[in-house]
């Protein structure tokens, strides 16, 4: 996992943790204006990293090599961990785990586990597996037919077509089968009081079995809805907005201090 730093010279850390079928660069946008204020810890998910050639593993496996990371580097207390849907996983197991003091936590569309019988979890995971590994196989075409909407410009279309074609087929299968089903335990005990779960609008039927389960295991979560973007749109379609949002949830970490 190679792991990339901004703003070394900050005392204050946050972590962003990127979705699937994007690299690290996802944050390119919003590091000019955190790495001002912000330590910035942006890893490049095994599976998804350039400069490593790798596989995806699973969220558990990652998020303890994150915590290791973090802990050999004598790191021991976090401004904000944000994580992207694949990336929310990460941040979900990564509070669950409890090994690094986390102040604040932002969970944007992240994916919880599924509570469904393993066969159904098989499917849904083989019908995303298709769906991504089609793309991979047909190109930036068959992209822009599967993806046909405003949300998507040529060059998304573009980026994802090259993130696709650098990806293995074992980490698109990895990525989901993983995120639909990883491991977390009966009750979640964090020391971290300011946690958000962050969707669009336009998600909201989509994300409604992952708001359940976040009302069910971290009650004192507070939901914030974002309008006229889509899935894992801020970061790239409002890096502006996106910005100011971290700076807003570490102040509010600090004035609940």
């Not at 986390?102 to 298709?130: M, Q």
């Not at 409002?238 to 100011?244: G, L, T």
Request: charged share 30%; proline share 4%.
């Amino acid at each position: 996992m190679t792991i990339h730093e901004f703003g070394k010279e900050n005392n204050r850390t946050v972590i962003l943790i990127h979705p699937a079928c994007v690299t690290w660069d996802y944050f390119e946008y919003v590091i000019p204006h955190l790495k001002k204020h912000f330590h910035l810890i942006i890893p490049a998910i095994p599976g998804y990293d350039e400069e490593s050639k790798s596989d995806f593993s699973s969220v558990e496996q990652i998020t303890a090599e994150l915590e290791r990371w973090l802990t050999d580097k004598g790191i021991k207390n976090i401004g904000c961990v944000y994580g992207c849907s694949m990336g929310g996983s990460i941040v979900l197991r990564f509070l669950a785990n409890s090994r690094i003091k986390t102040e604040s936590a932002v969970i944007d569309g992240g994916i919880t586990p599924y509570r469904l019988p393993w066969i159904v979890t098989r499917f849904i995971a083989v019908k995303d597996f298709l769906l991504i590994g089609l793309g991979k196989l047909g190109g930036i075409r068959l992209l822009e037919k599967a993806f046909a909407s405003d949300e998507y410009s040529k060059e998304d279309h573009q980026y994802m077509a090259k993130v696709l074609k650098m990806i293995s087929y074992k980490t698109i299968w990895r990525t989901f089968e993983s995120c639909n089903n990883y491991m977390m335990p009966k009750t979640i005990d964090t020391d971290c009081k300011n946690i958000e779960y962050w969707f669009s609008e336009k998600e909201r039927k989509e994300r409604k079995k992952d708001i359940k389960f976040v009302k069910t295991y971290l009650p004192k979560t507070h939901f914030k809805v974002f309008d006229e973007i889509g899935h894992a749109g801020l970061a790239i379609k409002k890096p502006e907005i996106f910005a100011n949002e971290i700076i807003r949830v570490c102040e509010r970490s600090r004035k609940n201090d």
